[in-house]
């Protein structure tokens, strides 16, 4: 394709002599894009495998000696790399290892989620800074939400001493379907928010630019940055908690769709004409695995009188409508009968969930986050049973199921990764010369 468009440029000059500038011009930005393009690749290999020599950058990226010098130059001006030392002091030439300058820089990173706001302060290593977390109740309308988030902002950022010429972005991650490009939350059936500008409410009261994406999307990024994931190529987050939602990273990118609803398996029929799901629809993965419908079965359960019923019920403190999914788990750990039988049960339809992802996408790995994952010694093993019975040839069997590393975090620290992701990129350094020159 290249080469097709440099022909035509090439016939434009012939032809019309403005388009001649216009082909000049063309090649400027083009040769402006490639300089930023190989200052992200050097950066990127530093940020994977650092600290790194020049000649091992030269390896990794494939660029000339003189390319990554004069880069390396540019980066240490910029006050984005540093030195780490020599690489072997004891003998031989001592070549200099070059490393992240981790604290150059702040990105701030928000997860606005159905029972929980938590917003970080992070490094360029994704490292937190600060953190603040609250009950996501009483804050009334989204503008509510939106305040209560702006103030947490700016309130960390002051505790901390972090001057503004340091922070980079403000990353949010919202559970349901994301505009991106509009940073608009389009439909959040856990929120209950339609259309609701995020990006441009917050960078409006922050002063600051903000980078809106779906909350799985972001914590899957930062599980393949800084946890779980690190170095894997193809990967599949799977994040149970209020609601039930994927992540992909196909080739090393997180993958979007067509319109930004990749990812959605929690509102995949696996059993038909069974509970109602908070998208409408019956029988949902969501409806019957996450930690609200674990709550529902149980009491369902209980109710009908099932054996274990009354001491899953005195766990809970003797009220039905108190019994949740953190009860059902702790039943089951401590060995009732009726908690291990709804653990297992949500395992099955989980592998069901699994099981497709692992099917269409054929990752690495599975890594199973959000807050139900923190019971998943409790059903890993009927994820993984689900995952050799439903998979052609029991291809299944080699996927690694994994469990977040981040935790509680990865939705925070996924949503400053995705402030990262885009400063590490060329748009993103192109940014970052702009707001320096
Ligand atoms: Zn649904």
């Known amino acids: 394709m290249g080469s097709s468009d440099e022909k035509n440029a090439v016939d434009v000059i012939k032809l019309n002599p403005v388009s001649y500038v216009a082909a000049v011009e063309m090649s400027t930005v083009s040769f402006e894009r490639m300089r930023l393009e190989n200052r992200s690749a050097v950066l990127n290999v530093i940020r994977k495998y650092g600290p790194l020599s020049r000649t091992e950058i030269v390896g990794r990226t494939g660029l000339t000696l003189t390319a990554v010098s004069k880069i390396v130059s540019e980066l240490q001006r910029s006050g984005l790399i540093c030195d780490a030392g020599a690489a072997n002091p004891n003998g031989g030439r001592k070549a200099r290892l070059l490393r992240i300058n981790s604290a150059a820089r702040v990105a701030v990173g928000v997860n606005v989620g159905y029972s929980r706001i938590c917003t970080v302060l992070t490094d360029l290593d994704g490292r937190i800074l600060a953190r603040h977390a609250c009950v996501n109740r009483g804050l009334g309308s989204p503008q509510g939400v939106l305040d209560y988030v702006a103030d947490t902002v700016h309130g960390l950022l002051a505790e901390n001493g972090v001057s503004r010429d340091k922070i980079i972005a403000v990353g949010v991650g919202i559970p349901g379907l994301v505009d991106t490009r509009r940073g608009i939350s389009v439909f959040s059936p856990n929120l209950n928010w339609h259309q609701v500008p995020v990006g441009e409410y917050l960078e409006s009261r922050l002063g600051l630019p903000v980078i809106v994406d779906n909350d799985v999307r972001a914590a899957t990024l930062g599980e393949r940055w800084h946890g779980a994931g690190k170095g894997l190529r193809t990967l599949v987050g799977l994040f ?36 109602i799901c908070s998208c409408g629809n019956r029988g949902c993965l969501e409806a019957v695995a996450s930690g609200r419908a674990i709550a529902d079965r149980a009491k369902v359960a209980v109710a009908a009188g099932a054996p274990g019923g009354e001491e899953l019920l005195q766990i809970a403190g003797g009220r039905l409508e108190n019994l949740t999914a953190e009860h059902v788990a702790l039943a089951a750990r401590q060995g009732n009968v009726l908690g291990r039988q709804l653990m297992e049960e949500t395992g099955r339809f989980l592998g069901i969930g699994v099981s497709i992802l692992c099917n269409v996408i054929n990752p690495e790995a599975v890594v199973l986050g959000g807050g139900v994952s923190r019971s998943s010694d409790l059903f890993l093993g009927a994820v993984q049973d689900a995952l050799e019975t439903h998979t052609l040839e029991g291809r299944g069997r080699g996927v690694k199921v994994l469990v977040s590393q981040l935790g509680a975090d990865a939705g925070p620290v996924g949503a400053a990764t995705l402030v990262l992701q885009k400063m590490f990129s060329a748009e993103g350094l192109a940014q970052e010369a702009a707001g320096q020159g």
Request: hydrophobic share 35%.
């Open 240 to 275: 149970v908690g209020t609601g039930i939602g994927a992540g992909l990273v196909i080739d090393g990118k997180l993958h979007y769709g067509a319109t930004e609803s990749a990812g959605e398996i929690g509102h995949t029929v696996v059993v038909p004409g069974g509970p």
